[in-house]
């Protein structure tokens, strides 16, 4: 049973950094991303990590966010820089053995955590 539990949101002002966390069992040597999701919109990849090291990211967080994973401690991170009013959303963690990258299709998703940027 994989579980994810994500940490680190919270509400900053434009320009400022968080640092999102996700706690993950049993998703070793799975495809893990964060995704987002504002109110009216629907839910977009933001980055994804492979278990080789590979990454991907949104145009829009492209130099701004870092994804990585530290294999031995099972956890994804997201280094969010020069945040945006327009990054403000709910960010989730998600795993699947399959290589999905920003396909909604996971099939382990955590209960999200709130990041919101004021201007």
């Known amino acids: 049973q994989v579980q994810l539990v994500e940490s680190g949101g919270g509400s900053v002002q434009a320009g400022g950094s968080l640092r999102l966390s996700c706690a993950a069992s049993?998703?070793?040597?799975?495809?893990m991303a964060w995704f987002r999701q504002a109110p009216g919109k629907e839910r977009e990849g933001v980055a994804s990590?492979?278990?080789?090291?590979?990454?991907y990211y949104a145009d829009s967080v492209k130099g701004r966010f870092t994804i990585s994973r530290d294999n031995a401690k099972n956890t994804l991170y997201l280094q969010m820089d020069s945040l945006k009013p327009e990054d403000t959303a709910m960010y989730y963690c998600?795993?699947?053995?399959?290589?999905?990258?920003?396909?909604?299709?996971?099939?382990?998703w955590g209960q999200g955590t709130q990041v919101t940027v004021s201007p």
């Open positions: 998600a795993a699947d053995s399959r290589v999905l990258a920003f396909s909604t299709e996971y099939r382990y």
């Open positions: 049993g998703s070793r040597g799975m495809c």
């Open positions: 990590a492979l278990f080789d090291g590979s990454t």
